[in-house]
């Protein structure tokens, strides 16, 4: 079932659901899970798949999130009293 554009480039361990068309040009980074639809020409990444810029800005938010998740239970804190 999924239909693939020309020139489509799939990296390592990348997987497409049933039914899903990928635009031409598009390239899907490792480990990428295409889930829905991709126009022709994006760069994606992660999973479910999202554009490459945004994949790279919340991985490089990851390892801040312990501390972005105190920082809201304290201001919700501050709020209740």
Do not use: Y
Not at 4 to 26: E, H, M, P
Not at 29 to 37: F, L, P
């Amino acid at each position: 079932g999924a239909k693939l554009g020309d020139g489509v480039i799939l990296a390592g361990q990348s997987g497409i659901a049933n039914r899903v068309s990928v635009g031409d040009q598009v390239i899907a980074s490792s480990r990428c899970g295409i889930t829905k639809d991709i126009e022709a020409g994006q760069v994606i990444s992660g999973f479910p798949a999202i554009p490459n810029k945004l994949w790279l800005r919340c991985t490089a938010s990851f390892k801040r999130l312990p501390e972005i998740a105190k920082t809201i239970r304290n201001l919700n804190n501050q709020e209740s009293e």
